[in-house]
């Protein structure tokens, strides 16, 4: 399921201080699907475990949708 908000989603991680990060750059749910690795260090996540972390849920998302 594709969130309607990033930062809502990113709440739900437990990563809700990256939020201003998504919001400041204009990453939306469509965009969001897209990012990589340099992406999320560009946007000054420098966590490997909270990279991680969005890594593995981004995979999860449209999962149930068909």
Known sequence: M???HVSEWLEQLGLGQ???KFIDNDIDAQLLIQLT???LKE???SSLGHRKTIFSAIGTLGQ???
């Open 2 to 4: 594709m969130p309607d």
């Open 18 to 20: 990256y939020a201003s």
């Open 37 to 39: 690795d340099i992406d």
């Open 43 to 45: 946007l000054g996540i």
């Open 64 to 66: 149930n949708e068909s």
